[in-house]
T-cell receptor, first 113, second 117 residues
Framework: GQQLNQSPQSMFIQEGEDVSMNCTSSSIFNTWLWYKQDPGEGPVLLIALYKAGELTSNGRLTAQFGITRKDSFLNISASIPSDVGIYFCAGLNSGGSNYKLTFGKGTLLTVNP | NAGVMQNPRHLVRRRGQEARLRCSPMKGHSHVYWYRQLPEEGLKFMVYLQKENIIDESGMPKERFSAEFPKEGPSILRIQQVVRGDSAAYFC???????????????FGSGTRLTVV
């Protein structure tokens, strides 16, 4: 089956620093998504990317859909304590199974005030 | 406007017991998806249901697991004769249409944490 490799597994940063994490796949996805999961909660969608090469921002978050459609990255600028959580990338294919998300294993972000 | 509601939030079962997890989709949503998250893993798709129909159960273990979404009431994920390896967080998502996020409101609930002792 399709697999997503997400890195790094965890990050410890100081408040105010920028963060970058990425996701690679062994196969092509038509849509890339980035989610955040707070402790004890479900994942919440941050950014969705639909076209190869697309660069999209949402406040301090910026994400890009790789040209090969096999990778994506997420940047967080000027981190704040509430950015703490687990960030997941997810891929989605078009066609008959365009409801089935494939998730990476996540990047655990810790922000020291 | 309530989101996707899952209950219980936490469930403890002894090995061999049955676990029933409930999911009430958002108002107006008739498509339900179940995912499982093992410790330190990402979510993995289990099953997709519409009212009274199982559309795709390709991610469901072949034995002991079943799911339903009756005409009235919540969707139920049922695990019979639980084993320690079933300990995980189980998430439900719902959408008003078949297609996934974000344009179609595919929203996750807060999950049920199942612990098998």
């Amino acid at each position: 089956g399709q697999q997503l490799n997400q890195s790094p597994q965890s990050m410890f940063i100081q408040e105010g620093e920028d963060v970058s994490m990425n996701c690679t796949s062994s196969s092509i996805f038509n849509t890339w998504l980035w989610y955040k999961q707070d402790p004890g909660e479900g994942p919440v969608l941050l950014i969705a990317l639909y076209k190869a090469g697309e660069l999209t921002s949402n406040g301090r978050l910026t994400a890009q859909f790789g040209i090969t459609r096999k990778d994506s990255f997420l940047n967080i600028s000027a981190s704040i304590p509430s950015d703490v959580g687990i960030y997941f990338c997810a891929g989605l294919n078009s066609g008959g199974s365009n409801y089935k998300l494939t998730f990476g294993k996540g990047t655990l972000l810790t922000v020291n005030p | 406007n309530a989101g996707v509601m899952q209950n219980p939030r936490h469930l403890v079962r002894r090995r061999g017991q049955e676990a029933r997890l409930r999911c009430s989709p958002m108002k107006g949503h008739s498509h339900v998806y179940w995912y499982r998250q093992l410790p330190e893993e990402g979510l993995k798709f289990m099953v997709y249901l519409q009212k009274e129909n199982i559309i795709d159960e390709s991610g469901m273990p072949k034995e002991r697991f079943s799911a339903e979404f009756p005409k009235e009431g919540p969707s139920i994920l049922r695990i019979q004769q639980v084993v320690r390896g079933d300990s995980a967080a189980y998430f439900c998502a719902s959408s008003p249409r078949k297609e996934a996020p974000p344009n179609y409101g595919y929203t996750f609930g807060s999950g049920t944490r199942l612990t098998v002792v």
